[in-house]
Every structure is written in C-alpha cells, then in structure tokens.
C-alpha cells in the first residue's frame, strides 16, 4: 500500500472571513512550488489515476484559483513570483548561461518578509541566479538548501549549495529538501518564518526511488494525453510517481506545523511553474511547457488559513504568479513601501468583496506570446476562444467577437514589442565574483564559453560540465566582474583518470596567473542511471571532488577568467565541473 500522510485536519468554517491579519500575531507563510508539474498531474484536479491526499486537502480547506497562470517555463515564473513583475522587467529571458539572472535592482518577496521581522528560508531549486548578489541568501532568505540551476542531474546524494557553501545531500532529493524545511520550521516556531520550498520534481531526469515507482510499474493509464500519440508511458507513470512523492513531502510538513502547534496561524500556498514536461493527461489542454497556450501555462493554485479564508471556495478571476507577492503582504499586513507591481491583491476576491476585474495576463517565451483578458485568450496564432466554453482551443470566435479580438490583439502587439525589445538583446552582464558578502564566488561550467576541442556534456548548459579537453591549445573562459580586490584560493571540481594524472594547470584572471600539476586522480563512473526510469536528454553526473590550486590575487574590475593546460601527458586533462574562489 502507498505510504502518505494525511497533512491536513477538517477545517471548521469561521465567520466572518475577512479578519484583519494586522490584528493578530504574525502569521506564518509557506510555499510549495512544483517543478514541471502540469495542472493535471493531481486528483483534484480530476486525475484519476494519481494520489495527492495532502494537496488536495489544502485545496479542500482552502481556496483555489480556477484561471491561474505562470510563465512556460521556470525561471520567469519563479522571478514572476519573488517580485511580482514581469520576468522581462528583471531581464530573466532564459533558463541558463546568465540569461536566469534576476535583476539586483528588483526587490524579493525575502526582502519583504525578512524586513518585516520573518525568519526566511528557501529550500530547493532557486534558478534566478547564482554569484552574489543573485543568489538567494542576498534576495532575502537567511537560509538557503538546494540549488541555483535550472535543473539538477541527480536527485541521489548530489553535491549542493547550503548558504554559499558546498555540501553533499543525503538520501532523494525532494526527501532532503524538505528535511531542512522541517529543520527550519522546527528551530524558528517562536518566531514568524517565511519558509519557500521549491521543489526539484517532476523535473527530469525521471529518477524515482523504488518506494515510489513500484506501485506505478506497468500500471495502465486510465487517461492519455491531449496529442494521445506523443505520451511516453513511462514518462507519465514516472511524473505522477514523483507527485506523489511530492504529495507525501507536502504531508510531511503540514504534520510538523499541527505537532508544533502552528497549523492554524500559518497561510499555504501551492503551485507549480509551467505545464507539464511531457504529454500526459492534462485536461485536454493544447501545449506543455514551454507553449504559451492554455496547457503550458496553467498550473493549479490552492490557499489553505485556517479561519481566515474560505473553505473550498473556487475563485475564477483571472490571476498569475505575479499577484503573489502582493497578495501575500495584504494577508500578513505588510505595510512597508512597495513599488508598483505588474500584479494585483487577490485579497478582495478571495474575500468576495471584489466584481471580477478586467485585467490582463501576458505569457511570452522565445518568439511565441499569449493574452488573456478573463475568460478570453488570444493565442500566439492571433486566434481567439472562450475559456469557458472552450479550455481546449478548439474553436475560435474572431469573426464573433471582433470587438474583443481587435482589442486584445492589439494590446498583444504592444506587450510583445516592449517584451522582444529586452528578449532579443545580447545578455551582456558580466558573472559578478568576489561581492563582499560572499565567502564562495561560483563559476560553474554552464556559465562558461568553450575553446578548441573542449566539448559540453550535453546541449542543456544546466547541470552539465566540460570534457574533451584534449589540446594545450584549449581553453575555458568566463566573462566576470571582480566586485572587490582579494586574495583567493582557487578550487576545481574535476574527474580525472589516473592514467590522465599531470597536466599543468594554468588560471588567469587579469595580471594574476596561478600554474599548478594536477597530480591526483579522480576517476568516477557516470552517475543517475541506476534511478532512471526513462533514458534521458541531461548529462549524466560524475563524482566531482575538489582540486586547491592554491591562492591567486583578484583585482576589481572587468575581465575574462581564462583557464588552459600548457602540458597534457594523457589524453585528456580533466572533466570539468565548476570553479570556486574561495575568499582568504
């Protein structure tokens, strides 16, 4: 039988709902986001076939938003909900190689709760930034867990970044994250916390523990996908493994704030960012991630305050990620100066003290755009459907409608030319090292540009490292802004084969050179397949273990790291990971 737990107690209807939050002790807040879980893969939502008990509990006991939209895919939801403004405004218009950079300038959700007296904390995947200042411990959140990619290419004891530093995990990934939520939770009870737990699944790879794949192997499907010949069944089965998985974390936590007291001061959220990451059941919808029509921009959205909102009430106003952080300062009483925001307060609609609003939702990736306007949307082919009558875009009402259509459309070409001004330019910020309030300055492979015979081990910059590094000829450069003057101890995370042993190092960065011989192996096997359940796309992962080359001196200014290796004895110098400096 499936372990879970049930998270959630039988909610007691309070009147009246609209309780001033700055009338009572602070409450607590934590958010749950998925990582490529489509609106489909849970139960309420009508998928037969999957068991999500406590997600579904925080949507019974609380309320849940029928028309919430993200972006297609994960970085620009997730800068979408730490600023409320479009992703765009932040310059987030990529996943990797810098382009997931939330600009410095825009205030977080942390900076909001943590001004406001919150211990804050985030745990799992972040993917608005890696160095200082983009990192999540200078975005507000105290505490950090977990990773700063925009995905992860082995969920099983991987290496991670705890406040800066880097560390082993332990045991399955989502399991790990949520451990150090609990750890957080627990130790901050006295004290209003902001805890976001933003999990890795069911992102691929597709690795799933036994405890969670065996009661889906060979299972039948009951549904299928919208585009039925495009499923991969093992995908599907594997992806709603993992959201059960997640459900029984979700659990986990609920079951700590009841132990410890907290459940009825503390406001749930649960999301996801994009549509599903294959086709699977998904209510008919058109798309998965990354298509801006209805199935890769709809994502679930549950809210759960006990005696504060209204239980198993069903709000169909258009809403977004970006209404999030708004939403969320009303409910606690945040009354600290905020700018304006691309998001609205939800609150009066939660409360029903609000008509429905006429606004609009913009969605954009690549060189593909969508609009809502309430029930409408104006699709990337400038066709226009009736949400109400028609989720899965069968039916286009242009010529009915023309009113609405040449409205929308033309709102459409406006967004899309302020959104493509900033989308099609060159990211040139420079990776930004050596801030004064960072001990561990990263430059891991996926930030890096390849010369000569050096090869990516896959086409997917996240998570992935250089190998082939064959010709002294070779080289690996980064595009880096030294923000303060400093004496550093330069580290390699690296695989190398004993017979491999020897190549000269050489590490330059301005006037400063440091040459050392690597003498030490580090041979490792390929990692992650052993829980795969589908073959994958990423990089499989190897053993990367740290090689000091000792100290090296970093002027401020802008300039390019270079490393190269002068002397190769072997075949091949190393594979590379990433590149620390270490502040002395």
Known sequence: MKPFLLGTSLFLLVLPFAVKAQHLQKPNVVIFLADDQGWGDLAVDGNKMVHTPNIDGIAREGVSFENFYVCPVSAPTRAEFLTGRYAYKGHVTGVSEGRERLDINHLTIGDYFKKAGYKTGAFGKWHNGLQYPYHPNARGFEEFYGYCSGHWGNYWNPLLDHNGAIVKGKGFLT?????????????????????????????????????????????????????????????????????????????????????????????????????????????????????????????????????????????????????????????????????????????????????????????????????????????????????????????????????????????????????????????????????????????PARDGIAKGTIMRSNRFPNSSYFTHWTSPLDEINWHAEICETGYFEAILYYTCKAENIGSEIE???????????????????????????????ESYMQDFKPFHMGTIHLHKGEQTI?????????SNVMDLYMLVFKRK
């Open 562 to 570: 270079r490393l190269r290796a002068p002397k190769i004895p072997g």
């Open 175 to 443: 399991d790990d994250l949520t451990n150090h939520a609990i750890d957080f939770i627990k130790k901050n009870k006295d004290k209003p916390f902001f805890v976001y737990i933003p999990f890795n699944t069911p992102h691929s790879p597709m690795q799933v523990t036994d405890r969670w794949w065996k009661p889906w192997q060979g299972r039948y499907l009951l549904q299928q996908a919208t585009e039925k010949d495009r499923e991969v069944p093992n995908h599907t089965r594997a992806a709603l493994a993992l959201s059960e998985n997640i459900d029984w974390n979700v659990g986990r936590v609920t079951q700590t704030l009841q132990q410890l007291g907290l459940d009825e001061n503390t406001i749930l959220v649960y999301f996801s960012d994009n549509g599903p990451n294959s086709h699977r059941w998904n209510g008919n919808m058109q798309g998965i991630k990354a298509s801006v029509e209805e199935g890769g921009i709809r994502s679930p959205l549950f809210m759960r305050w006990h005696g504060h909102l209204p239980a198993g009430k069903n709000i169909k106003q258009l809403s977004a990620c970006l209404d999030l952080t708004p939403t969320l300062l009303e409910l606690v009483g945040v009354k600290e100066s905020i700018p304006q925001l691309d998001g609205i307060n939800l609150t009066p609609y939660i409360m029903g003290d609000a008509s429905e609003n006429k606004r609009f939702v913009y969605r954009q990736w690549g060189q593909k755009s969508s609009l809502h306007q309430n029930k409408y949307i104006l699709s990337n082919d400038e066709n226009l459907y009736d949400l109400e009558e028609d989720r899965a875009q069968k039916s286009p009402l242009n010529s009915q409608y023309p009113v609405v259509y040449q409205a929308l459309k033309e709102k459409k070409e406006a967004l899309d030319k302020a959104c493509y001004s900033v989308v099609n330019e060159k990211d040139r910020r420079p990776f930004l090292l050596a801030d004064p309030n960072e001990r561990y300055s990263k430059l």
């Open 507 to 537: 590490l330059t960065c301005g006037t400063s050179q440091l040459t050392v011989r690597l003498e030490q192996a580090n041979d490792s096997p390929l990692i992650g397949a052993a829980l795969d359940r589908i073959p994958r796309q």
